[in-house]
């Protein structure tokens, strides 16, 4: 059964800061790698996927990583803004695009 | 498109009560899957539907929970009788399989006494 891992579990950081979040999973037959947002009180937002076959995708001032290998997956943001603010969550996709999510990490950027 | 759908959006219930939650995919999208969110268990999925058939329900917690797809517009998320430990918010997410990108709708929090 895939497991995922999120650290840290929280993360706070001054305005400008550059920072990276993990996650790792146990079972490397995944057919895509996920990482969404989540506002308190919110659902979920899809922020960047990564194919089994890439090794990463970038959006803005984001970029995510894969590495089936190690089974590790980063999420880099660059130049943080209070907005980032939020739980980031990453979830691995099965052959039948059910997700298994990690139990997240909660950042705030501060002013 | 309005994207996923969830009603109500709240519902405070006591236990015992039975609970309905429900859920319009989006239009065209032929996988629907029901989650469940909890401070001590994270988001876990409940159960999962292609072409309205239920595929994988492994993640039904109990007896007490089951869930219907009658048609590819509409699908249920039923409780009964609900306990406290159901507390909790519960999502829907649509896809098309063909595509990558899963769709959550915006949550039904529930709150058993």
């Known amino acids: 059964k895939q497991e995922v891992t999120q650290i840290p579990a929280a993360l706070s950081v001054p305005e400008g800061e550059n920072l990276v979040l993990n996650c790792s999973f146990t079972?490397?037959?995944?057919?895509?790698l996920q990482w969404f947002r989540q506002d308190p009180g919110k659902g979920l937002t899809s922020l960047l996927l990564?194919?089994?076959?890439?090794r990463e995708q970038t959006s803005g001032r984001l970029n995510a990583s894969l590495d089936k290998s190690s089974g590790r997956s980063t999420l880099y943001i660059a130049a943080s803004q209070p907005g980032d603010s939020a739980t980031y969550l990453c979830?691995?996709?099965?052959?039948?695009?059910?997700?298994?999510f990690g139990s997240g990490t909660q950042l705030t950027v501060l002013p | 498109d309005a994207g996923v759908i969830q009603s109500p959006r709240h519902e405070v219930t006591e236990m015992g009560q039975e609970v309905t939650l429900r859920c319009k995919p989006i239009?065209?999208?032929?996988?629907l899957f029901w989650y469940r969110q909890t401070m001590m268990r994270g988001l876990e999925l409940l159960i999962y539907?292609?072409?309205?058939?239920?595929?994988?329900d492994s993640g039904m917690p109990e007896d007490r929970f089951s869930a219907k797809m009658p048609n590819a517009s509409f699908s249920t998320l039923k409780i009964q009788p609900s306990e406290p430990r159901d507390s909790a918010v519960y999502f829907c997410?649509?896809?098309?399989?063909?595509?990558?990108?899963?769709?959550f709708g915006p949550g039904t929090r529930l709150l058993v006494l």
């Open positions: 990564i194919q089994s076959s890439q």
């Open positions: 079972d490397s037959a995944i057919y895509n």
């Open positions: 979830a691995s996709t099965g052959s039948a695009r059910q997700l298994t």
């Open positions: 997410a649509s896809i098309l399989g063909t595509q990558e990108t899963q769709y």
């Open positions: 539907f292609n072409n309205n058939v239920p595929i994988d």
């Open positions: 239009s065209g999208h032929d996988y």
